[in-house]
């Protein structure tokens, strides 16, 4: 065999002696002596296919894991950050649960920037526009192009306008004339963006083969874009006054409807409806006479205000007779001075106004008020030239490098080498350094997001914020604020990126808070193909979200969704999501698993969700804790709170041993009449230890000078809660927001609803900061709180103290405090409180959440991703 071998090599090929060819075989056989006992010392030869195999991939940008991993011991991470006696591996200040907590503390700690191709140009290069792209590129306007790509040729499917391209055109040697082209973009929106001395130079690759652009003719594809604008269907209708058409082209063409200050004047624009009064009358009749309906108005309390009965005609809406009481149309010096009677339900409602009678125009609320490139028409954002998106975020066409978002910058272009770019056509990729986790966030239609914030019927609901007389910021107690909180930060978020390819988790932005608000009283949001409930209504939205994206985007079938995150902000969260987006990522205020409570457990029917049919909802759980989150609510940022340090009082400063405020259901005066309400465990909870009486005169069974469980309105809530050491979170019509009070007030939150996760439950280590007791074990409460000794009470407030800001949307609030400096020239006193914070918030929180579960969770492992993720090899391996 050997000398068979040795016959291979001919002398007069190789030109090497007999006796080199032996010493190279002993030394081949010595190899392998040696390898056959020291193995796995020695390499095999395995490791010399480096471009397959090796730890170093032949392809930088390659990171995935390879056979190496395998042959390298992984750390062990539960040695180097060991658990505590009650198994919590401290992170950030935080306890969270060991295995987690073990791993952010020895990866995400570490973690570095990869390089993210954010912005691909396509362009023609010629050597003058090099030099001077590459002297002069903080101060050139830069045309800009998105990389997804097929999202814009899906736009170009959709609105069926003619699409044209553009390459880096230079005329003459004079550097000054070179500009950066966006070679693909709908023309419908390049006629708004773009002068027409920019129209000079056409990719005939990417044209539609429209006759102008074949003929490169751009004044016919102008004077033809202006044409197919002007007789839009719409039009026809607006001549007509014919509003119910008018409606559904102003939702077609993103102009918003009802009585938004964008859509009325595009309609009393024209001649036949002039009047302003003749198109409100117009539009009202339309909005009466498609009430579904007829809505049953429960009688107003006593004290309360009056409630309007939206489907019945009210003649008096326009009255001018002095002794009529009108709505909110007549003369505000007229009405201040008691020359003109209003109705007592006469309140501004509506975003945008303020003042009883709405005589003064004030900011309407937007998603990051536009980003301050647009214009915000009562929570519909009209982008200027060159930026989109539904918060004007996103650079296009003739933006300004130098005004794009900081989470695009510092962006680096690279630009190829005279020699082999001059004159061809090439890809400039405009790169930021960015840290992984990254979130794709789904640009999608109005009517998931700005519609709904531009149709509010009453200001307060489902935002966050809203602007005063004198345009200053003023918060709201909605706790579904929290939904809008998060996604203008993850709008502005540095892990955010445009590059779908790059992504590792992809945000679907349906604002269902908004939905629900609306259901009872909007009539295009009619209930009547959805048995009356609102859930059914806000489940067929997200149906509708998932199609589009499934349809115009291609990142859905990448995972089955499982990469995607979806937020359900309603009373019972998740409950009904449709069966087709169950594999993805829920974030809820309700982490209801169903393993007890397997029913709707809202006392209100509207959202009741037993009844949505199997086929629409499947059949899954409101929340699983192995891949869904559970956010905190959304409370005031408010100044006087963080000023008293209320969360850091000590257990000698709480005399209280137990407090709970709230609804106690019907024994009590003004209490819910439901015994379904908090699924009875509040009433239970009062009919032990309730502190004061209820309707018939009665204390509960074991009440106690230092329990406190009472329905009566504290008027120093904060304080009482800082007062106790323990403090009761129960559920209401699903979540309630106890657990924050709790946290933020530095108080043990104990949690008594069974099988029901709490904000962060599946990721922190509760028994580090709280206390769960069974719903059976009610009886028994105060005993058990009693049993705890001096230093398990100090331990766990002590802890709460660490976690306590990461029950605030700080990020939020400092990205309005940005906007209000720059609007107003200073910030408020919650400002600068904010401004003081420095510990993670819950927007922190949940990119290192999203950055455990990249390398955690168990269908990530099956998949290989030739991406740089900016950790050692020990952090993409199983470490258990």
Known sequence: MGRDLLDLFSMNKWRCSWSLAATIASVVALVSVVHLF??????????????????????????????????????????????????????????????????????????????????????????????????????????????????????????????????LFSGGQDPKSSFWRIFYMPSRVLTSALPLQYLEHSYKDFHTGTKALKDENWIQVMNDEMSALEIMPGMDALKNCNWNATTKDHQIYHLGDGLSQFALPTVTRQEQCASVEKAQNIQIDHWQRHVVFNLSIPPSEPDGPRLVNWSRVDNDVFTTNSSIQGWCNVDPAEAYAGKAKIKEECDCKYDGLWGRLCEVPVESVCINQCSRHGHCRGGFCQCENGWYGVDCSMPSVISSIREWPTWLRPAR?????????????????????????????????????????????????????????????????????????????LLASPHRTLNGEEADFFFVPVLDSCIITRADDAPHLSMQDHMGLRSFLTLEYYKKAYSHIVEQYPYWNHSSGMDHIWFFSWDEG???????????????????????????????????????????????????????????????????????????????????????????????????PEDSYSMGIRQKLAEEFGSSPNKDGKLGKQHAKDVIVTPERSENYHMDLASSVFCGVFPGDGWSGRMEDSILQGCIPVVIQDGIFLPYENVLNYDSFAVRISEEEIPNLINILRGFNETEIKFKLANVQKIWQRFLYRDSVLLEAERQKTTLGHVDDWAIEFLKLTEDDVSATLIQVLHYKLHNDPWRKQVRHNKQFGLPHQCLVTTS
């Not at 960015?434 to 307060?460: A, C, M, T, V």
């Not at 457990?601 to 049919?613: C, S, V």
């Not at 891949?627 to 940022?637: E, G």
Request: hydrophobic share 40%; charged share 20%.
């Open 574 to 672: 998740a409950c009904y999501a449709p069966k087709e987006i169950w594999n993805s990522m829920m974030l809820v205020h309700w982490g209801n698993t169903n393993s007890k409570h397997n029913h709707s457990t809202t006392a209100y029917w509207a959202d009741n969700w037993d009844r949505i049919p199997s086929n629409k909802r499947g059949i899954h759980p409101c929340f699983d804790p192995d891949k869904d989150l559970v956010l905190p609510a959304w409370k005031v940022p408010d100044a006087s709170v963080l000023t008293s340090k209320l969360w850091a009082r000590s257990h000698e400063n709480r005399k209280t041993l137990f407090y709970f405020n709230g609804n106690l259901g019907p024994a009590y005066p003004h209490g819910r």
């Open 413 to 489: 272009v690279d630009i190829a080498d005279d020699a082999h770019s001059n004159g061809k056509i090439i890809n400039l990729n405009a790169v930021v350094a960015k840290k992984r986790p990254l979130i794709y966030i789904y640009d999608l239609p109005p009517e998931f997001n700005s519609l709904l914030l531009e149709g509010r019927h009453f200001k307060l609901e489902c935002v966050n914020r809203i602007y005063d007389g004198n345009n200053v910021t003023l918060w709201t107690d909605q706790l579904y604020g929290a939904q809008m909180a998060l996604y203008e930060s």
């Open 38 to 167: 020291l193995f796995p010392l020695t390499p095999t030869f395995n490791y010399f296919k480096i471009a397959q195999d090796s730890c170093i991939p032949a392809n930088p940008s390659a990171e995935f894991p390879s056979n190496c991993d395998k042959e390298q011991p992984a750390v062990d991470f539960k040695l180097q950050f060991p658990a505590d006696l009650h198994g919590a591996a401290v992170y950030q200040g935080a306890p969270w649960k060991a295995e987690i907590g073990q791993w952010l503390a020895g990866c995400d700690s570490i973690i570095k920037e990869v390089n993210i191709t954010e912005v691909e140009i396509i362009a023609k290069m010629t050597a003058a526009a090099r030099g001077f792209a590459i002297e002069n590129w903080d101060n050139v306007d830069v045309f800009m192009v998105i990389l997804d790509l097929r999202r814009f040729h899906r736009a170009y499917l959709q609105l069926k306008q003619p699409a044209v391209g553009f390459t």
